[in-house]
């Protein structure tokens, strides 16, 4: 079946701007996860969704950055006014049934997101 | 708090073995482990539990010892599909509610013909 789907893969903007990141999680997953990763940088815990809801939002680093999910699919990752910083590989998984320690994350490819 | 992985790289010929470390100072109720090659997503190697149950590939072993903290990885008779960057996550509970993952900065593994 298909896996977790990322869009764009590349993104390269303009620092002060707004970027839309979006991720398309595996069918009947109901967790979704992300990360950031950095040049030389492990993966670092952005957010997590269980449906539609995101209990665990200690992990976005500003106010300059939300997500969304809607459908308990589809989720949204919203960078504001975009900081060079911002640029990294932003990665987004997925897991079957409820988050938690027993279930394996599915990655998807990432986006790569550049800030000049 | 980011669990430590030792070492950061390491090189090996084909065919030989290799262990990959994780510690976190924090109580831990799971170890997950992925391996991540260039340009490519994190895969999915193996979760140890509390309690010693494990999830993950035939071909590859793992311990986790809940006291110490630390989860190692062994890689056997290492082929060059191994290479990559290996990264552990820990999972830990805090009060009524769960964090999420947080992953190790990575080992990098070369495998050599």
């Known amino acids: 079946g298909a896996g977790v789907s990322q869009s764009p893969s590349n993104k390269v903007t303009e620092k002060g701007k707004d970027v839309e990141l979006r991720c398309d999680p595996i069918s009947g997953h109901t967790a979704l996860y992300w990360y950031r990763q950095s040049l030389g940088q492990g993966l670092e815990f952005l957010i997590y969704f269980q449906g539609n809801s995101a209990p665990d939002k200690s992990g976005l680093p500003s106010d300059r950055f939300s997500a969304e999910r809607t459908g308990g699919s589809v989720s949204t990752l919203t960078i504001q006014r975009t900081q060079q910083e911002d640029s990294a590989v932003y990665l987004c998984?997925?897991?079957?049934?409820?988050?938690?320690?027993?279930?394996?994350?599915?990655f998807g490819p990432g986006t790569r997101l550049t800030v000049l | 708090q980011q669990p430590v992985q030792s070492p950061q790289a390491v090189i090996l010929r084909e065919g030989e073995d290799a262990v990959i470390n994780c510690s976190s100072s924090k109580a831990l109720y799971s170890v997950h482990w992925y391996r991540q090659k260039h340009g490519e997503a994190p895969v999915f190697l193996m979760i140890l539990l509390k309690g010693g149950e494990q999830k993950g590939h035939e071909k590859i072993s793992a311990s986790f010892n809940e006291k110490k903290q630390q989860s190692s990885l062994y890689l056997t008779a290492s082929q060059l599909s191994y290479s990559g960057t290996y990264f552990c996550?820990?999972?830990?509970?805090?009060?009524?509610?769960?964090?999420?993952?947080?992953f190790g900065k990575g080992t990098h593994l070369i495998i050599q013909p």
């Open positions: 998984a997925s897991s079957l049934g409820g988050t938690g320690p027993y279930n394996e994350q599915f």
């Open positions: 996550g820990t999972f830990v509970y805090s009060g009524g509610g769960a964090d999420g993952l947080t």
